[in-house]
């Protein structure tokens, strides 16, 4: 095979790859991860460009630092795109995980959740001192999940009664990928 064929048949695979690339790091987790449970909170479900989808919220959407262990440095100034790790207690068989304390750095033998800043924050030895909440707004790319048009009427409908939980799956560096929306049980 001359090199120019070889070219062209390696340009007609670069998109290819970059999709089954894409493909494989959005179901990494899923192969890889474990499931967890985690709480949700409703929100408006459609979108004219995207079409049907629930769209998430999380306890760690909107988190009180004050309520928690925190291992950040002080008076470090945290922005999207930096990631931090959220550790999470999951004792309790078919209960959604509990948020146990936020770190800089993964901290060994802990189930963890990898959290980045929605907007900018600097945490003070004041606000580690105050008694008031302080929080942070958090995003981990799990905030949306995609259904068709009726299911997504359903998920919405069981959303807004609190009877939801995500099935989430992580692996052990904290990716996640959302599976599935189930009702809760207790």
């Known amino acids: 095979m001359d090199n120019r064929k070889l070219q062209f048949i390696i340009i007609l695979l670069i998109p290819y790859a970059i999709i089954a690339g894409m493909f494989l790091k959005a179901a990494y987790p899923v192969f890889t991860g474990s499931p967890i449970l985690l709480n949700v909170s409703p929100v408006d479900p459609r979108d004219l460009m995207r079409g049907q989808y629930v769209d998430l919220r999380y306890d760690f959407s909107e988190l009180d630092l004050k309520g928690i262990s925190v291992e950040l440095p002080l008076n ?15 004792s309790k068989p078919n209960a959604p995980a509990r948020i146990k304390g936020i770190y800089l750095n993964k901290p060994d033998n802990m189930i963890v959740l990898k959290i980045t800043p929605k907007d900018e924050f600097t945490f003070t030895e004041d606000i580690k001192k105050q008694s008031e909440p302080f929080v942070v707004s958090f995003f981990s790319g799990i905030e949306t999940y995609f259904a068709d048009p009726e299911m997504a009427l359903a998920l919405e409908q069981q959303n807004r009664n609190n009877e939801l939980l995500a099935e989430v799956y992580l692996t052990k560096n904290g990716e996640a990928r959302i599976t599935a929306l189930v009702p809760r049980r207790e």
């Open 76 to 90: 470090r100034k945290f922005s999207f795109g930096d990631y931090l790790y959220l550790a999470l207690d999951i």
